[in-house]
């Protein structure tokens, strides 16, 4: 996988993207506090491998509007609100840019495999200190870094 697949893939798990930043924002990204409290069931201040897995199955119900075990960039954007807590922003990438990026068999359409897959890689990718937990500063790092388009 890419460093671009990457940014993708965590774009797409939480509704926002991410990966390691050395220099963190100033502030946190918009929707990057919503999508950490709610990805931290269990409110210890870290997500885990697993709370993040069952909240990428969560999203990924959430955005396939039809059921049909696809998402498209339509279902996708349309989610968008719902799952982040914000409207896009300017000079974020675009539903069908992230679906792109981790599309493995090319057909425009994300599969849950393919969304599952791409969100763990980005999730290993996102945990500076490999101790199988988010941050909030992590995911904040992230977010900020990865939801501008042309970000590698």
């Given amino acids: 996988m890419t460093h671009t697949t990457l940014v993708a893939a965590f774009a797409l798990a939480c509704g926002i993207a991410g990966a ?16 950490f409290k709610m990805m931290d069931t269990d409110s ?3 997500v885990s491998a697993a709370e993040h897995a069952a909240a990428v199955t969560s999203m990924f119900a959430t955005m396939d509007a039809n059921s049909d075990g696809k998402v498209t ?9 719902k799952i982040t807590g914000r409207a896009p922003a300017a000079g974020e990438m675009s ?4 679906i792109k990026v981790i599309d493995a068999n ?10 599952a897959t791409g969100s763990k ?3 290993e990718r996102m945990d500076g200190d ?16 990865k939801m501008r388009k042309g970000a590698q």
Avoid: S
């Fill in 121 to 123: 890689t980005m999730f």
């Fill in 20 to 35: 390691q930043d050395t220099n963190p924002p100033a502030r946190p990204a918009p929707g990057g506090d919503h999508m």
């Fill in 44 to 46: 210890d201040g870290k």
């Fill in 106 to 115: 090319g057909d425009g359409m994300l599969t849950a495999e393919e969304h």
């Fill in 95 to 98: 539903a069908a840019e992230k």
């Fill in 73 to 81: 960039a339509e279902e996708m954007t349309m989610a968008h609100q």
């Fill in 130 to 145: 490999k101790d199988g937990f988010l941050t909030r500063a992590e995911m904040a790092a992230g977010h900020a870094m």
